[in-house]
């Protein structure tokens, strides 16, 4: 039964479809993500990203101590600032398996085979490794090489293409490995 609190209907976790409320496991076969939204398409969105955490999240955490003392007593406060990063993948080739809209809100789970979206991902890999060769022969080529800012612009470009091997490497669980600086 749904409650009502201060105007607001909400729903007790027996009225949520089953498989939101227990969300299915990643597996050998397929990856699963789930969410609600206030349309399908938000619902959608946001279930990608909850399938996207669940490959890869990044945390950082910051301690900050802080003493203050006067002749009559001593106050210390530590304060911790934590940060949840997850990486931006992109999804093709996945299927809404479960919708339900219950007083507004739509419930969605999506799933993708796990081979395919490996696969997607080494085709990735692969595109942005071609990008970086491009990138180091543009900023070794005879027009470029005296000048810095184009070299700059161009190592630049090989950094950001690096990170994101490296991330979809980790991604695909070290099935494809990525050559090192030379």
């Known amino acids: 039964f749904p409650v009502t609190i201060k105007g607001e209907k909400k729903e007790l976790s027996s009225d949520l ?3 939101y409320s227990s969300p299915k496991s990643n597996n050998n076969k397929k990856l699963y993500g789930v969410a609600e939204g206030v349309n399908l398409e938000d619902a959608t969105q946001l279930a990608l990203i909850d399938l996207s955490s669940r490959l890869l999240t990044s945390i950082s955490s910051e301690t900050n101590s ?3 003392e006067n002749k009559y007593s001593i106050n210390e406060e530590i304060r911790r600032n934590v940060k949840q990063n997850v ?3 992109e ?5 809404i398996s479960e919708s339900k809209q ?7 789970e999506v799933e993708i085979k796990r081979s395919d979206f490996v696969k997607q991902q080494n085709e990735r890999i692969s595109f942005l490794e071609q990008q970086i060769a491009d990138y180091e022969s543009q900023m070794n ?3 470029n090489k005296n000048n810095p800012i184009r070299r700059s612009n161009n190592l630049k470009k090989i950094l950001e293409s690096y990170s994101q091997v490296e991330i979809l ?3 695909v669980i070290g ?3 990525y050559r090192d600086w030379e």
């Open 169 to 171: 490497s980790k991604v």
């Open 175 to 177: 099935k494809h490995v």
């Open 87 to 89: 990486e931006k993948l």
């Open 91 to 95: 999804f093709t080739g996945y299927k």
């Open 17 to 19: 479809p089953s498989w």
């Open 141 to 143: 080529n005879e027009e």
């Open 102 to 108: 219950i007083n507004g809100k739509f419930y969605v």
């Open 66 to 68: 802080v003493a203050e």
